[in-house]
């Protein structure tokens, strides 16, 4: 009778394994790959990986073909050890995929390694009401809205962009926005920064962003900066965010967020406007151009207003 | 959205442009520009030291003549948001 270990040996001699580094870098290398972590569903559902899709060991060989249609696409599996995986990647061996890697030590060596793990809250009912719209939409779903939920986005600049910019990130549930302005409200803002009310005139513009953007939706964080972006401030706030978006209103702070975003390697929303003209683009680090690979320098000053 | 979620086809490397007046958007295509002064093959820009002189130190860049990539589409400059 065959033993266990047997069994383990058979599947290493035909399953290559790859540490959590090397997964890493396939994951972020762009190319094509799907894993699954064969885990149960409440092992699943206290941290995994974010790219994994949960099917349990048991139902492995029922729902693989859902997961993964095509038999060459690679496919790197995880358990909690690289045991119940190293089972299950055998089976899809012999099932036909040409490719399948074993997460040497599973998802515990993962984390020994300081590698990023995401965890999901189950939504709640109003959740699941108010993000309907979301997960009626294919390229959404519930797992969509699960990163919504847990991205975190950096406004510079609470006024015309950063208005709108703030009521549709926080309707849909971006799960922390951090809105970075240094002004209060004015009578002559009202035209068109439509987070703010006539009542909120003199108060500091993160203070009535916040109670308008709590008030659309509880869920999301709202962290309040009351200052101007600077050179000594920047670095240490735009760490902390997922992608920037530069809804500011002079350019010294728009190459300045350029330079940093670049440096930190974020990716920079750029949107501006000039009476009745607007532009928009992405400024992402090593995929395309800055800010600067269109303007070097700025205009002299007193030529365009800010 | 699109980058959050990863999907669709987000604006890198393009520059949609609103004309408001006229109802006209306008796509144009962005390149990577070598001489870059912060992303090029030779970055000049390394730190953000430039920015602590004032008015963003950022007229001392280069001598290049300015505005090329956007300048050159037709796109001027703009601050406001």
Same mark, same amino acid.
């Given at each position: ?6 069994? &383990?040996?058979?599947?290493? *001699? ?30 699943? $559902? ?9 099917? %349990? ?8 073909? =859902? ?34 890697? +074993? ?13 990023? =793990? ?11 009401? $108010? ?16 990163? *919504? ?5 950096? &406004? ?8 709108? =910019? /703030?009521?549709?990130?926080? /309707? ?35 203070? %009535?962003?916040? $109670?308008? *953007?709590?008030?659309? +939706? ?6 309040? &900066? ?67 690979? *269109? ?10 207003? %800010? | ?18 004309? !408001? ?12 520009? @070598?001489?870059? @002064?912060?992303?090029?093959?030779? @970055?000049?820009?390394?730190?953000? !030291? ?25 796109? !001027? @400059?703009? !601050?406001?948001?």
């Amino acid at each position: 009778m065959k033993t266990l270990k047997d069994m &383990l040996g058979e599947a290493r *001699l035909i399953i290559p394994e790859e540490g959590p580094a090397e997964v890493a870098k396939r994951l972020a290398g762009g190319e094509k790959v799907v894993v699954i972590d064969v885990r149960d569903p409440d092992e699943f $559902r206290d941290g995994h990986l974010e790219a994994a899709t949960n099917i %349990s060991r048991g139902f492995l060989e029922f729902r693989i073909g =859902t997961a993964v249609n095509d038999p060459s696409t690679p496919v790197v599996l995880y358990c909690q050890t690289g045991l119940r995986s190293m089972l299950a990647a055998k089976a899809l061996k012999d099932l036909g995929y040409s490719t399948v890697i +074993n997460l040497q030590g599973g998802y515990q060596k993962w984390v020994q390694s300081g590698m990023p =793990t995401v965890r999901d809250v189950a939504m709640t009912q109003d959740q699941i009401q $108010r993000y309907s719209r979301h997960f009626l939409l294919p390229q959404v779903g519930d797992k969509g809205q699960r990163k *919504l939920l847990r991205a975190k986005v950096l &406004l510079i600049g609470a006024g015309g962009l950063g208005s709108p =910019t /703030a009521f549709y990130l926080a /309707a849909a549930g971006v799960g922390t926005l951090g809105l970075m302005d240094g002004d209060t409200v004015d009578i002559t803002n009202l035209q068109r920064q439509i987070l703010h009310t006539t009542a909120d005139v003199g108060k500091p513009k993160v203070e %009535s962003a916040t $109670r308008t *953007l709590k008030a659309l +939706n509880p869920d999301v964080n709202i962290i309040a &900066l009351p200052t101007r972006i600077t050179v000594d401030n920047v670095m240490d706030i735009i760490k902390d965010y997922d992608l920037v978006v530069d809804g500011s209103d002079n350019f010294e702070t728009r190459y300045l967020v350029n330079d940093a975003c670049f440096l930190a390697g974020k990716t920079n929303v750029h949107g501006s406007i000039f009476q009745f003209e607007g532009m928009a683009t992405v400024f992402a680090p090593n995929q395309g151009p800055c800010y600067r690979c *269109l303007y070097p320098t700025p205009p002299p000053a007193g030529l365009v207003p %800010s | 959205m699109k980058l959050l979620l990863g999907i669709g086809e987000p604006l890198i490397g393009r520059l949609l442009t609103y004309d !408001a007046l006229g109802m006209r958007f306008r796509e144009v295509r962005l390149r990577r520009d @070598p001489k870059c @002064p912060l992303c090029g093959t030779s @970055p000049t820009i390394t730190d953000l !030291a430039i920015h602590r002189n004032g008015a963003g130190g950022a007229c001392d860049v280069s001598e290049t003549d300015g505005h090329r990539e956007g300048v050159g589409a037709g796109v !001027a @400059p703009k !601050a406001g948001g």
